[in-house]
């Protein structure tokens, strides 16, 4: 019997990652800007969710649940990353290079890659909760109860985070046209 427990929570971890893995994986690399700082957030999240999945209650949804995990697993990596950055000497990292399709305009890719890079910085430099109601209700495209759930906050609260964040982020990118 507890073979056949242990089966079906595998069964559902498996189903699970299929169907979450990419956002999870989104959602951390939307938080960190770092594909294997992004890497290592899913990776953990996903741990993480395997050994609670026993104790799993049904008291939420499962996706709201493994989301929940995600942004705490995002919030600690990052401090932790913050925290070593700040005792590290940063050395030149390599460049990346992209093949081009032949009918795309450098420049027009360079600039959309520049404004996607400062909306990242912009989102990033909010405050925690602001960046994650932005990340999970924009960019993520939850609905605001799943936000509210995600977040632990009331919908009333989610708003008003989302809205002082729309207002700073307006702010900063008038900041940078100037």
Known sequence: MIKNKRNRINANFRQLVREQGDRIYNLALM???QVTLAED???ETFMRVYK???NFRSESQLNTWVYRIALNVCHTTIAKEVRREQHVILSP???EFEVLDESSNVQDLFIEQ??????R???AGLP???SDAITLYYLQ?????EVAEIMDIPINTLKSHLRRAKQKLSEMIKEVEL
Not at 114 to 119: E, L, V, Y
Not at 141 to 145: G, S
Request: glycine share 14%; with cysteine.
């Open 41 to 43: 957030i899913c990776q």
């Open 52 to 54: 609670g999945l026993e």
């Open 128 to 130: 925690g909760s602001q």
């Open 93 to 95: 990292v390599g460049k």
């Open 31 to 33: 938080k960190c800007g």
């Open 114 to 119: 520049s404004r996607n890079q400062m909306i």
């Open 121 to 123: 910085e912009a989102i």
């Open 141 to 145: 495209e939850f609905q605001y109860t």
